[in-house]
């Protein structure tokens, strides 16, 4: 595998489910991040996780729980869903540089989730 | 707070012609970061260019080359030879020097490149 790839890539569940979303990155990044795309809106970012640690949390509702158990592998715990949280979640990953520099992002495909 | 205004929503491009797709910003950060991805049917988002502030030349990678006009709090992207594999949307993001983890999104493009 190469890049970073997400599982599952189309997800249909009900408002009392359960699911995981998973991320994995193959490019020896350590920062990973979970953002959500929605029809007619900007990309949200969601959370960051930089050096394993989460600092970035934008308001994001606790039905939605991220869990990074190392740089390369990210969850996205979902529980109790609402149908407004149909979406694309897309992963991504960079490399944290010195501070100043900019770092790129590079993105997995994607995990198309419906809620019912 | 930053902004990126992306004004077309869609355009359309001849095959193995030029296009410019445009993007504006507002940013009160005397440094950061403009990007340009490109996101297929399929979903994934894809790099495409990277232009820093302070960089004096206009960024190339390719048939992709951006048109940054810093006064003008522009940076829009021209595509050359327009290939129908290039048919997809296209976003532009800003990061801000305090924050580059945290990209600030346009609404996007879509092109779409006839045969």
């Known amino acids: 595998e190469t890049g970073v790839t997400q599982t599952p890539r189309h997800l249909v569940m009900g408002m009392t489910n359960k699911k995981s979303l998973k991320c994995e990155q193959h490019?020896?990044?350590?920062?990973m991040y979970w953002y959500k795309q929605s029809a007619k809106k900007p990309l949200e970012l969601m959370f960051v996780?930089?050096?394993?640690?989460?600092?970035e949390n934008n308001s994001v509702p606790s039905r939605f729980s991220p869990e990074c158990p190392n740089s390369s592998h990210l969850f996205l715990h979902l529980h109790t869903l609402q149908p407004e949280d149909s979406a694309l979640y897309l992963c991504?990953?960079?490399?944290?540089?010195?501070?100043?520099?900019?770092?790129?992002?590079?993105f997995g495909p994607g995990t198309r989730l419906t809620v019912l | 707070a930053q902004k990126i205004t992306q004004t077309q929503p869609g355009m359309f491009v001849q095959e193995k012609e030029a296009v410019t797709l445009d993007c504006t910003y507002d940013t009160s950060d005397p440094s950061y970061g403009l990007f340009w991805y490109k996101q297929p049917s399929s979903g994934e988002m894809i790099f495409l260019i990277y232009q820093g502030s302070y960089d004096q030349q206009n960024a190339t990678e390719g048939r992709y080359s951006l048109n940054f006009q810093k006064a003008r709090k522009s940076a829009n992207l021209v595509i050359s030879a327009s290939q129908l594999g290039d048919s997809a949307m296209y976003f532009c993001a800003i990061s801000s020097a305090g924050n580059n983890r945290k990209l600030i999104w346009g609404l996007g493009t879509s092109l779409a490149v006839n045969p």
């Open positions: 996780y930089s050096l394993e640690e989460r600092v």
């Open positions: 991504a990953s960079s490399q944290v540089g010195s501070s100043g520099s900019t770092d790129t992002q590079y």
């Open positions: 490019l020896g990044h350590n920062a």
